[in-house]
C-alpha cells in the first residue's frame, strides 16, 4: 500500500483532476487551435471562473450589448453588484464604438459573434487591436458558430468560452461548457477559481457524453448549416415573414464579414414574422416537427420565442434596446430531412 499524501496516478479527488476531463480538455483544445482547456459544468460556470480570475473589485468591462441574456445577468449580478466594476455594453458591429468605450482602466472585453438571437457579428480582429492598446483580456464566447465554423484565437482572443451543452455535445443530454486559452497563466487561474473557489468543474460521465458528442461533430455541423440556409431562403421569400437574421444571406448587413471570419454560417437563424405578438405564439404552437424549446445545438430542431422563453427575465425595456419584439423567432435547426422542416414551417405560417 502507498502512502499517506502519494499517488502513483496524479488524481486525488475529481474535483481537481479527472483522466476523462483531461481527454476532453485535450480534445476541445485541438479542435479549436488552443494550449489549454478547462472543462466546466456549464457555460455560466466557466464564464463566471473567467469573471472572478480575470476581474477586480472597480475595473471597468466592456461588452458587446447583443450577448447572451445570461451573460448580461451574470455580469450584473457578479461583476456589478458583487465586485463593483463597471460593465459597459456597445454595438460592437460599429468598431468606433469599441474603441470610444475602451479606456486605461478597461480590464475585460467580451464579445460574442454571432450574437443570440438576432445573428450580429463583430470583426474579431480589429477588436483584437482595441483591446490590445491597454492590455484587456480579451474574450469570445463562440457558442454558436462553434470551432467547425470560426476559431477566435487565430483572430487575436486571449481566451473563448462555450457552452459545450450545445453543439459540441449536441445530443442534447449534457450541461458543461469550456474555456479555451493559449496563456498558460490564465489556463491555471481559470482552473483553479474553478476548482478551489467555486467547485464547477465538470462532471466525469458529462465529459464523457461530450466526447461521444464530438465523434459526429463535423458530420452534424455541417447538416445544421446546410438545413439552416435552406430554410432562411425559404423564410426570406415568404409573405408573412418580414426580416431574416442569417449571415449566410446576401443581404445580411455583415455577410462578407462572416464570409471572411467565418467557415461557414452555422444552424441558427431568427426572423420577424408581420404579425402580433398573440399571432407570433399562435404559430409557434401549430408545430409538429420543430419542438418548442429555449435551448440549441442538438440533433432536433427547436423553435423559441425569445420574448417569453430565453428572454423572458429581461425587462420590456432591455429586450426593445436589444431589438427583441414579440413578432422575433429563433429557430435553432436540427439535422432532420430538410423537406420535413420545411413542411412544418409551411403548414405553421399558414395559420397567418
Known sequence: MR??????????????????????????????????????????AAMAAICLSVVEPGDHVVAFD?????????????????????????????????AEAVTNETTLVWMESPTNPLLRLCDLSVVANVAATVDATYVVDNTFATPYFQRPL???????????TKYLNGHSDSMGGVVLTDDEAVADGVAHTQSYDIGGTLAPFDCYLTLRGLRT???RMGRHETNAGELARYLDDHPSVAQVNYPGLDHHPQHDLAREQM???????????????AETRAVLEEFDVFTL????GGTESLVDH???????????????????????????????????LLADLDQALEKL
Do not use: Q, W
Not at 499524501?5 to 479549436?32: C, I, M, Q
Not at 424549446?293 to 440549441?296: I, K, N, P, T
Open 217 to 219: 461533430f463535423p458530420l
Open 3 to 44: 502512502s499517506p499524501g502519494e499517488s502513483d496516478h496524479g488524481y486525488k479527488y475529481t474535483r481537481f483532476g479527472n483522466p476523462t476531463r483531461d481527454v476532453l480538455e485535450e480534445r476541445l483544445a485541438d479542435l479549436s487551435g488552443a494550449e489549454r482547456a478547462v472543462a466546466s459544468a456549464s457555460g455560466t
Open 306 to 340: 425569445p420574448a417569453t422563453m430565453s428572454a423572458s427575465y429581461l425587462t420590456d425595456a432591455e429586450r426593445e434596446a436589444a431589438g427583441i419584439s414579440d413578432s422575433l423567432v429563433r429557430i435553432a435547426v436540427g439535422v432532420e430531412h430538410a423537406d420535413d
Open 66 to 98: 447583443g450577448i447572451y441574456g445570461g451573460t448580461r445577468l451574470l455580469f450584473d449580478d457578479l461583476l456589478v453588484d458583487s465586485l463593483g466594476a463597471t460593465v459597459e455594453y456597445v454595438d460592437a458591429t460599429d468598431i468606433d464604438a469599441v
Open 293 to 296: 424549446a429555449v435551448s440549441l
Open 154 to 164: 487565430e483572430h487575436g482572443a486571449d481566451i473563448v468560452v462555450h457552452s459545450t
Open 263 to 277: 467557415d461557414g454560417f452555422g444552424g441558427i437563424v431568427s426572423f420577424e414574422l408581420d404579425a402580433t405578438g
